[in-house]
């Protein structure tokens, strides 16, 4: 028999679940694109996703998944042959890195492994080894999707300060934006990329760089840069189709306002304290299933370290494969993959899985995932330590 029958929870880190008030801001007829509520309504989106990252200072939005703001931030940021220092902390920091290679970016990277955070102490010794400041920006997660680490943004920046070199700070944000804390002005980030997918809860097709006036600046002389990724006329643009390179995408853009109205009418503290708390109740009931299983474990052992929108966690091959196929089928709930942890030809890749809070997420829907688990961990023996649910629920209760 199956339980799935009913509203699906699409639990993994991107797409995120989508609020019907998203959705049904975007069902309507064409909107005319050359004048009129359109101009209006977008006019009201700079500020507001100002606030979402922080900044005071100019965003540019792309018709673009994750990959295509990675490529706009590269493009605007570098010149062929110019150096990049790419901080690697999982699998997304090597996208990142990938993406400015094939650009003709020489890339330098540091590789931190797939369970601890970037070490500011080798940041600053990588500078402190380029005292011809070949090194033109570092590039960083905030959380990396794969692995789960969140990375200390300010103490990177001051890691650069120390040294007193000029490096521009480059973050994804993809997936903890309006997730887990992140001030761009106040931590020192002078680039900041986002997409819509994940804590905006918006669908996949619109893509942000933020830029400080730094950044724009010391990057007006980038050959990468070609008509279509060039940041300046989307931020700066005197006309409406300029801010976009061409038509505006509109419906995702109805969505992003009804999502920005979602986000700020809570406010952004209560969003990342919810997101806190969520992740708690989830490290939580690992925690006590690692407690009878010691191959149950979560990937980052320091909370500090760890994303508030996605778990990373491991359960000893082929059980995360098995516990995922079971909450699909059986219970209508769909749990991430391993990513980047070990090749999907690997037997060992059935031994990873994440859990998305990320976005329109509350309390019944990580409880109900957490008990849909424990319910597979039960029909499928997997040895599991007991009281996971109870702990869970404690904690939330706590929070809330
Ligand atoms: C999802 C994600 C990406 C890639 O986004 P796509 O839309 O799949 O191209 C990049 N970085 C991070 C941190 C992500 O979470």
């Given at each position: 028999?199956?339980?799935?029958?009913?509203?699906?929870?699409?639990?993994?880190?991107?797409?995120?679940?989508?609020?019907?008030?998203?959705?049904?801001?975007?069902?309507?007829?064409?909107?005319?694109?050359?004048?009129?509520?359109?101009?209006?309504?977008?006019?009201?989106?700079?500020?507001?996703?100002?606030?979402?990252?922080?900044?005071?200072?100019?965003?540019?939005?792309?018709?673009?998944?994750?990959?295509?703001?990675?490529?706009?931030?590269?493009?605007?940021?570098?010149?062929?042959?110019?150096?990049?220092?790419?901080?690697?902390t999982?699998?997304?920091?090597?996208?990142?890195?990938?993406?400015?290679?094939?650009?003709?970016?020489?890339?330098?990277?540091?590789?931190?492994?797939?369970?601890a955070?970037?070490?500011p102490?080798?940041?600053?010794?990588?500078?402190?080894?380029?005292?011809?400041?070949?090194?033109?920006?570092?590039?960083?997660?905030?959380?990396?999707?794969?692995?789960?680490?969140?990375?200390?943004?300010?103490?990177?920046?001051?890691?650069?300060?120390?040294?007193?070199?000029?490096?521009?700070?480059?973050?994804?944000?993809?997936?903890?934006?309006?997730?887990?804390?992140?001030?761009?002005?106040?931590?020192?980030?002078?680039?900041?990329?986002?997409?819509?997918?994940?804590?905006?809860?918006?669908?996949?097709?619109?893509?942000?760089?933020?830029?400080?006036?730094?950044?724009?600046?010391?990057?007006?002389?980038?050959?990468?840069?070609t008509?279509?990724?060039?940041w300046?006329?989307?931020?700066?643009?005197?006309?409406?189709?300029?801010?976009?390179?061409?038509?505006?995408?509109?419906?995702?853009?109805?969505?992003?306002?009804?999502?920005?109205d979602?986000?700020?009418?809570?406010?952004?503290?209560?969003?990342?304290?919810?997101?806190?708390?969520?992740?708690?109740?989830?490290?939580?009931?690992?925690?006590?299933?690692?407690?009878?299983?010691?191959?149950?474990?979560?990937?980052?052992?320091?909370?500090?370290?760890?994303?508030?929108?996605?778990?990373?966690?491991?359960?000893?091959?082929?059980?995360?494969?098995?516990?995922?196929?079971?909450?699909?089928?059986?219970?209508?709930?769909?749990?991430?993959?391993?990513?980047?942890?070990?090749?999907?030809?690997?037997?060992?890749?059935?031994?990873?899985?994440?859990?998305?809070?990320?976005?329109?997420?509350?309390?019944?829907?990580?409880?109900?995932?957490?008990?849909?688990?424990?319910?597979?961990?039960?029909?499928?023996?997997?040895?599991?330590g007991?009281?996971?649910?109870?702990?869970?629920?404690a904690?939330?209760?706590?929070?809330?």
């Amino acid at each position: 028999m199956s339980l799935a029958h009913g509203r699906p929870y699409l639990a993994i880190p991107g797409p995120s679940a989508m609020p019907d008030r998203v959705l049904n801001a975007m069902h309507r007829a064409a909107p005319n694109i050359y004048e009129g509520a359109l101009h209006e309504m977008v006019a009201s989106l700079w500020p507001d996703l100002k606030r979402i990252a922080g900044t005071e200072h100019q965003v540019a939005l792309y018709i673009a998944n994750g990959h295509g703001a990675w490529e706009a931030a590269n493009a605007n940021l570098f010149s062929r042959g110019d150096r990049a220092l790419v901080l690697a902390t999982g699998r997304f920091g090597h996208g990142w890195a990938e993406s400015a290679r094939a650009l003709g970016v020489d890339v330098q990277l540091i590789d931190f492994g797939r369970a601890a955070p970037a070490d500011p102490a080798r940041l600053e010794e990588a500078l402190r080894a380029d005292p011809g400041h070949r090194i033109k920006a570092v590039l960083v997660t905030h959380v990396d999707t794969a692995t789960s680490i969140r990375n200390d943004v300010a103490a990177l920046r001051a890691a650069i300060d120390a040294v007193g070199h000029p490096a521009l700070l480059a973050v994804d944000c993809i997936a903890s934006l309006a997730c887990d804390e992140y001030r761009m002005d106040e931590w020192g980030a002078d680039v900041t990329v986002g997409a819509s997918q994940k804590g905006l809860m918006t669908p996949p097709g619109l893509g942000f760089v933020w830029y400080s006036d730094r950044a724009l600046e010391r990057c007006r002389a980038s050959d990468l840069r070609t008509p279509y990724w060039d940041w300046t006329p989307r931020s700066f643009g005197t006309e409406f189709w300029q801010h976009f390179c061409g038509t505006a995408p509109t419906h995702h853009l109805y969505g992003l306002r009804a999502a920005l109205d979602m986000i700020l009418d809570e406010g952004l503290p209560a969003v990342w304290a919810r997101h806190e708390a969520l992740a708690r109740a989830v490290w939580t009931a690992f925690d006590h299933w690692g407690a009878g299983n010691p191959e149950i474990a979560l990937n980052v052992a320091d909370a500090a370290c760890r994303g508030r929108s996605v778990t990373a966690a491991r359960m000893g091959a082929p059980h995360a494969t098995r516990l995922r196929e079971w909450t699909e089928t059986r219970a209508g709930v769909t749990l991430g993959i391993g990513l980047g942890m070990a090749l999907p030809s690997e037997p060992a890749y059935h031994g990873f899985l994440r859990v998305a809070h990320m976005g329109h997420v509350n309390a019944h829907m990580t409880l109900g995932a957490l008990a849909v688990m424990e319910a597979g961990l039960a029909a499928l023996e997997i040895p599991h330590g007991e009281g996971a649910l109870a702990a869970a629920a404690a904690s939330l209760g706590a929070a809330a």
